[in-house]
């Protein structure tokens, strides 16, 4: 695995900056749920959580199928 290293303004934590980083990975598929928790140094069900705060989707479905779902 790759690593990287960069310098940081001062109003932005490691942490944060981390979390922003798994949270994109995963948004633009990347990474897996279990990836970007990993990356992120928390628990899947807390990087779930935190997922739902910036408003990005867990589970991604195809609009037709979807809709095909919610017509049973």
Do not use: C, H, N, T
């Not at 690593?3 to 990347?30: C, G």
């Amino acid at each position: 695995m790759a690593k990287l290293e960069m310098d940081l303004p001062q109003m932005v934590s490691e942490e944060e900056a981390r979390l922003l980083l798994a949270i994109k990975l995963f948004e633009l598929e990347r990474v897996s749920l279990g990836k970007a928790a990993e990356m992120a140094g928390y628990s899947v069900r807390a990087f779930a959580e935190l997922l739902g705060r910036y408003g990005v989707p867990i589970y991604r479905y195809d609009p037709d199928d979807l809709d095909r779902e919610l017509r049973w």
